[in-house]
């Protein structure tokens, strides 16, 4: 079992950039497939990026391809979401999720508590 750990939320001007970080506790990280995903309010939680364990392989949803950067360091046992060119429909708050491999919600078993991000126009 791992727990994922989400860190770098924050409030970025519009076209601004941030970096989001995902870290776990528990068995090894850099063997998990990771997702990001993100919910904006009154919305449902939607999928933004994916992983594998080794970093060969990724995708993205059509709403970010271009402008987020999903990458991983296994020495370091860390995910990272760049984003960049940030617009406020990018706001939300992002999940980390391990485990899985799809663009569903019940794809993950392991999620972590979520980063706000709030892009201001």
């Known amino acids: 079992q791992v727990q994922p750990v989400e860190s770098g939320g924050g409030l970025v001007q519009a076209g601004g950039s941030l970096r989001l970080s995902c870290a776990a506790s528990g068995r090894t990280f850099s063997s998990y497939n990771v997702g990001w995903f993100r919910q904006a309010p009154g919305q449902e939680r939607e999928f933004v990026a994916f992983?594998?364990?080794?970093?060969?392989?990724?995708y993205y949803s059509e709403s970010v391809k271009g402008r987020f950067t999903i990458s991983r360091d296994n020495a370091k046992e860390m995910v990272v979401l760049q984003m960049n060119s940030l617009k406020p429909e990018d706001t939300a708050v992002y999940y980390c999720?391990?485990?899985?491999?799809?663009?569903?919600?019940?794809?993950?078993?392991?999620w972590g508590q979520g980063t706000q991000v709030t892009v201001s126009s």
């Open positions: 999720a391990a485990g899985g491999w799809g663009t569903a919600n019940a794809d993950y078993p392991y």
């Open positions: 992983i594998n364990w080794s970093g060969g392989t990724t």
